[in-house]
Structure formats: C-alpha cells, structure tokens
C-alpha cells in the first residue's frame, strides 16, 4: 500500500499536466510560434490572449496593431519585431503565437449565380 500511493499520486499528477493549456504546462519559457502551412505575411502575426487581455497584451508589446480579436476569438494581429515577439512569448496572458498568412480562394464559381446580380442591380431573378 504504501508503493502504491506515491504511484497514484504521480500518475495524478500527470494526467493533470497533460490536461492544462500548453502555456501553463509548458517546462521551457515561451509559446511557441506555429509554423506556417501557407504564404506568411513579414513581420505580421496573431496572437490569442486569454479572455479579456487583448487589448492589455497588445498595448504591452507596442508593435502597430493591426485589429483586437474580441468575439470568435480573443487577441489581436499586430505587425511585430523580433523583440517585441520575444517579450510576447514570455507573457502569460498570452496562449498561442502565429505567423499571419495569405489565404487565396481555391476555387471560383462560373457563371455567377442570379442571386448576385440580384443584389448588386436590384434587377429580379429569372
């Protein structure tokens, strides 16, 4: 009984570190900053902020902002130095670092449908 209880009390432990956000289970300093899967923007990136923090994190690291996050998401993108991305990386309030990235339409859609011109002209459908 008494192996077992240190046993049980690291596996507690364990489950618990693998259950926290990566910034607070993290044993080095920092978030990282994901890779980029696409065309990256230079000096651009998004930042996620915990709850509330945006607006704080953002007027901390300087930087020209470029929009607060408050609703699908919260943070901001902000055109960054490699120190003021180094201070980032270190503030706990900050969750999640990322390059900002082209997106492109993979596809177009021909002919454009009535409901289109519908909106643009005020002409009805046929």
């Known amino acids: 009984m008494r192996t077992a209880l240190p046993a049980a009390?690291?596996?507690a432990a364990l489950i618990v570190t693998t259950m926290l956000p990566s910034s607070a289970a993290q044993a080095s300093p920092g978030v990282?900053?994901?890779a980029p899967t696409r065309e990256v923007v230079a000096g651009e990136y998004i930042v996620t902020t915990?709850?509330?923090k945006a607006r704080d994190v953002s007027a901390k690291a300087g930087g020209s902002l470029i929009h607060v996050y408050e609703h699908a998401m919260h943070g901001f993108a902000a055109q960054l130095t490699d120190?003021?991305?180094g201070a980032l990386r270190r503030?706990?309030?900050v969750l999640a670092i990322a390059p900002n990235q082209?997106?492109?339409p993979d596809s177009l859609q021909t002919p454009t449908p009535n409901w289109v011109s519908t909106v643009l002209t005020g002409a009805p459908c046929r």
Request: proline residues 6%; aromatic residues 6%; hydrophobic residues 50%.
């Open 9 to 11: 009390a690291a596996f």
């Open 32 to 34: 990282p900053v994901a």
């Open 50 to 52: 915990r709850r509330g």
């Open 83 to 85: 120190a003021q991305l």
């Open 91 to 93: 503030d706990r309030d």
């Open 102 to 104: 082209v997106a492109r």
